[in-house]
């Protein structure tokens, strides 16, 4: 905690730099649309003489500082409304009302290496409100943006604090390697979660060739493009708290029986397999009268267990800034517990300064400082969340965790309280440090024509510690008074083990940009040079059977040399990059751009680690036509097309060298020595994924931006995938060999954003967007043996990635007869009977086996992601919404969830009991038996276990309410309520369709939060 107070006595030192500047007279006023009256926050507003600016806050209200005089003007500016100048004088406040702009040409768009006008876009760029991103109550940011933008796949399969990042693909999944889109912050690769929302200035999704391929090595599967927040040059100083407090509960959890109900379960299935009942009617009258608790107890593992976990959110961000500088820095602080309680307590700490010096007319400077602190706790049973719950569902309701007299319960060596509670610590320590050195310089004789150099070093240092310990339980045995045999849990005896992982990047940018127009033609050229270097080294060791319980790695615990273990390793990493960038435009309707980037990457061997990347685009503005004069409603439409080729670093690194592994030991001279043996062939040519993507689309708005549309179609070929060749290697050949470029895959869908924005009346405004994402792909080439490549129900070819296979269930046998005149049935050992599942017999030859094997279903990450952003402001109050739905997407019922008294003796859920009877034959289960897991007929892999994974969740809903200037001082006051994961709509209503397949997850979290919003 040391470091992190320095820093923040740092931070803080830097205030009074921008506290002390602004002490003169001051301009005052409040901006609004002219229709509605509804406040504009974040419009720019500046000092024309001196060149200062500011923006206004929530309410619309701004302030600068204007010197000695009497009468200033100002210019007014904010994306979509037309521009004002005014003269004001000072102390005086004001109104001033913006029009809506008939286009949209002042917006300004993020992209690689710098901004461009909306309007002069060639490629395919969406954009998320910043805003928006604080609105939900969340500890990851990833978790609010599926159903905000086009172009993101989206989907959240864990709930765990500190785990629950999202897996997000934009434009769905184009390899079979690595499909994580890049994240660029600032400019510079940098993870997600480096970033505090309430950070972010902007945020950019580029999806086309043309808008990747400056980053070229790693553009094939898009990027994300954030820049953050900066300082004014309004003369003033600027306080904005936020914070929250939220408390959390599973979305969907499976209910469970009773024991009385268990029981009687288990006693149906016994009398299905012709045996006799395990429970008699003394017991299961025990069982419903909870008379004997011990022996027959009504065990409820989720509410012993399970609690209300919390959120606590707080940020607190200053701004000010004058003529020479401008400073922009936050602190920001999140703490989460589990749906377990605080044995689970995710940290983070995050401070940002962004502090800019105009050191003359022409030269900038600027340094920007990014530290986070991770610190989390979690149980120390191994396996994590995963192992708890499957402990906790390996127990059925017969079981009790805890005896009458305060005894914990043990079963097969297992106590899930005692997993949670005793079982010892996870604990991690992360510290990440980024730092950003900028400088520009203008050259006077040269219009135009700029230089600009950035250099960043970031740091990341890990420190993982694992305490097991083991614990006491018992198991109860018949008496007077009853008597007890205990056992260990978790571990024999304790034990450690430690790792610490160091990570350094250098990443260096040298750019020359030049802009100028000349009449109607406007010309933009941009060149860069970046290299950076990678270092990372880990150090691991581990210590067993501790003789004391001391969580240390010294002689204090086991000095065996037996017990211990240690391990490490480094690698250093290098790359270099020269990126181009061309676009020309005519009278600002024709536009046409060249982008590229040659890259060299360090993974691979001299004679093929360089590749060269460009695209093509280009986009004509129909509405600049003369002839669409006549089309007043149409205020800009634009068709737009690109082509390029951009790259993947897909696999493990090194490949092209030999690969060699130590042996067992060996006698020479009667000398002990190590033997060496050859692991893999290298693959001394392998080289990047190559995706060739197209996109072709148009842009449409209209009536001064009350409806606009955007629509793509896009493209992608994925060649060169990296892909193991041991498909078609035989068993004899005795070593592994490399990877090899000869995977093939194409990925094709359309997205499109549908926006408006409706003043009803100086009171009451509604906004609404739809968007909408649809992204198929198809394996065109893989390595397959030759029976395989052959069968057009087994080969992948042509088919999704990761298309589940498995026989094509057709419900449940109704009777005996329909199993005779099953010719299959007669081949089979174990006969099925009526309720088991009936299979398809693909082929029609009277048996049952892999030739009638075929794909079922829908990948498990889905084709279709939409939402719907809907926002309603009335006077001071708001209300905003975020629907997020997901199609064509299937997921397979497997352990606890599939199979009631899994593992002979596990638990059983409330949906299980919609089971085949002769009463009840349209059942969603099969006939229940004693241990349906050992049923392995009616556990072939096939359709029968699969289910819909459409959904559609209210993922968002935020109420505020604003006191603009309640006190001197106090610019705005904000209250608001807000909820994740609110209402979720699907087919399946026992499991929620994001899950993983199993039971034995995390699950995800609904959220309810209250928090405040000032401003100073």
Known sequence: MSFLKRLLLLWLLTLPTIMSVGQSSALRGRVVDSKSGQPLPGVTVTLKATNQSTTTDDTGQFSISSGSGTTFRISVSYVGYSSQELSVKPNQEITIQLMAAENMQDEVVVVAYGSQKKTSLTSSVATVNAKKLTDAPTANITNTLGGRAPGILFKQSSGEPGYDEATIRIRGIGTIGNAN??????????????????????????????????????????????????????????????????????????????????????????????????????????????????????????????????????????????????????????????????VTNFKRYTIRSNVDFRISENTKAGIDYTGIFRDAKYPGAAGGP?????????????????????????????????????????????????????????????????????????????????????????????????????????????????????????????????????????????????????????????????????????????????????????????????????????????????????????????????AFFPSFSGAWRVSEESFMKNFAAISNLKIRGSWGIVGNLADQSFQYLRLYGLGSTYLFNNIANASVYEVREPSPRITWEKAIKTDIGFELSMWGGKLNLEFDYFSEKRNDMLIASTAILPAEYGIGIGQENTGKMENRGIDFKISSFYPVSKQLSLSGAFNFTYAKNKIININESESIRANPNRTQIGKPFNQPFGYQALGLFQSQEEIEKTPYTGSLANKPKPGDVKYADINNDGKLNADDIVPIGKPNFPEIIYGFEGGIAIQNLTIDMLWQGAANVNYYLSGWAALPFNQSNGTAFRHHTDVWRPDNTGAEFPRILTNPGANAYNNFTSSFWQRSGNYLRLKTLSVGYSFPRLVKGLNNL???????????????????????????????????????????
């Open 974 to 1016: 904000k209250l608001y309520a807000a909820g994740q994961n609110l209402l979720t709509f699907t087919k399946t209503k026992y499991w929620d369709p994001e899950s993983p397949n199993t039971t034995d997850y995390y699950y995800q979290e609904r959220v309810i939060s209250v928090g405040a919003t000032v401003n100073f």
């Open 181 to 342: 889109a890049l994240i660029i912050i600032d400019g510079v690769e940098r993870p997600l979660s480096s970033v505090d929302p309430h950070d972010i200035e902007s945020f950019s999704i580029l999806k086309d060739a043309a808008s990747v391929a400056p980053y070229g090595v790693r553009g094939a599967n898009g990027i994300v493009l954030i820049t953050t927040k900066r300082g004014t040059a309004s003369g003033k100083f600027s306080v904005n708290y936020d914070g929250k407090t939220g408390w959390s509960r599973p979305v969907t959890l499976p209910k469970t029986l009773s024991s009385f109900e268990w029981a009687t379960l288990k006693n149906e299935g016994a009398r299905n397999e012709g045996l006799s009942e395990p429970y008699d009617a003394e017991d299961l009258q025990k069982f419903k009268d909870g008379s004997d608790p011990d022996f027959y107890a009504n065990e409820n593992g989720v509410k012993r267990l399970l609690k209300t976990g919390r959120l606590h959110q707080h940020n607190l961000s200053v701004t000010g800034g004058n003529k020479t500088i401008n400073f922009y820095g936050s602190v920001g602080y999140v703490d989460q517990t589990a749906m377990w309680g605080s």
């Open 386 to 610: 995963g192992f708890i719950l499957f402990g906790l569902w390996r127990l059925n309701p017969t079981n009790p965790i805890f005896y009458q007299d305060g005894k914990p319960a043990g079963y097969f060596e297992r106590n899930p309280y005692l997993d949670l509670y005793e079982s010892g610590y996870f604990k991690e320590d992360d510290y990440s440090q980024y730092v950003t050195l900028k400088l520009e310089q203008k050259i006077p004789f040269v219009k135009g024509l700029v230089l600009r150099g950035n250099f960043s070093i970031d740091k990341t240092e890990e420190l993982d510690k694992q305490w097991r310990t083991p614990y006491t339980f018992y198991e109860i045995r018949p008496g007077t008074p009853p008597t007890y045999i205990s056992g260990k849990g978790n571990v024999p005896k304790p034990s450690l083990s430690e790792r610490y992982n160091s990570y350094r990047r250098l990443n260096t940018q040298v750019m020359v940009a030049f802009n100028r127009a000349f009449k109607e033609h406007q010309v933009d050229v941009l060149g860069v040079f970046e290299p950076r270097v990678d270092n990372y080294r880990d150090f691991g060791a581990g210590r067993t059977n501790y003789e004391l319980f001391i969580d240390e790695l010294s002689n204090s615990g086991n000095s065996n040399a037996a017990d211990r273990t240690n391990s490490g390793g480094s690698s250093k990493i290098t790359q270099v990059g020269y990126v181009y960038k061309a676009g020309y435009n005519f009278a600002s309707k024709y536009f046409f751009e060249a982008a590229g980037r040659y890259d060299g990457q360090s993974y691979f061997s001299p004679v093929a680690k360089y």
